[in-house]
């Protein structure tokens, strides 16, 4: 395998909301050993403070719009200087917009290998369904689906016994908006990694496992 800290990679995962990027850039944390650096979480987080921009990114993300590239910029740079991220790290939920991919490029200068990027496609159909029917548990972090993947009681964890909780932003009006914001400024990248030869694209339509063998092989040979 070749990532090391002198050769460190960074990987994106591209796909709309409720692709499932989350969960391969878990599996892809794990099988490479490099952080996995969620910009949605680092937001929730600070959705959660009461401050000027906690109360911002609260009704930004509330309403499945985008925080701007200011702002996502300041935050990238901040978690991709921790000492964890200097083997490279994996990102998902950015970039989103042609102004966060091209920060990317040159965010670790221009001697350092370029960011490689998988996008997981998924019928827009099937979008709706994960992401409205998607519960999380805050204690451990599994991720049911009240349609598919149900807990055997309804609203609580199977493993941890703790409620259930839903993301502001699973809501379907929140959800159909943020599967616009991703057709118009999120899709034009798939081009953008493709027309530089650094794209992997799967099709998300199935078990996270199968995804993740189909996956992975592709990803090596691109390292
Ligand atoms: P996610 O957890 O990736 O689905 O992100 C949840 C929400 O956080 C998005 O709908 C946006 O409001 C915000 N967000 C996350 N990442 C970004 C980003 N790179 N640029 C702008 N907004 C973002």
Redesign the pocket.
């Known amino acids: 395998m070749a990532i090391s800290e002198s050769d460190p990679v960074i990987l994106v995962l591209l796909g709309p909301?409720g692709a499932g990027k989350g969960t391969q850039a878990r599996l892809l944390s794990e099988r490479f050993g490099l952080p996995h650096v969620?910009?949605?979480?680092i937001?929730r987080r600070i959705a959660a403070t009461d401050t000027p921009l906690g109360r911002e990114v609260r009704e930004?993300?509330k309403a499945?719009?985008?925080?701007d590239d200011a702002t996502?910029a300041r935050l990238l740079r901040e978690r991709a200087d921790d000492s964890d991220c200097r083997g490279g790290y994996i990102l998902?939920?950015?970039?989103?917009t042609i102004g966060?991919a091209e920060l990317l490029e040159t965010l670790h200068g221009a001697d350092r290998r370029p960011p490689l990027a998988v996008a997981i496609v998924v019928p827009a159909a099937v979008l709706l369904r994960r992401l409205t029917g998607r519960r999380t548990c805050p204690v451990c972090g599994t991720i049911y689906n009240v349609y598919t993947n149900p807990p055997h009681v309804p609203d609580v964890c199977d493993l941890e016994g703790a409620t259930l909780s839903r993301r502001s932003?699973d809501t379907e009006d929140a959800a159909s908006v943020?599967i616009s914001e991703y057709e118009h400024e999120t899709a034009p990248l798939l081009e953008f990694y493709e027309s530089r030869g650094r794209l992997v694209t799967v099709d998300g339509d199935r078990e996270p496992a199968e995804i993740f063998a189909d996956l992975e092989p592709r990803l090596r040979r691109l390292l």
């Open positions: 909301p969620s910009t949605g979480e937001l930004i993300q499945g719009l985008l925080v996502m998902d939920g950015f970039p989103r966060q932003d943020r």
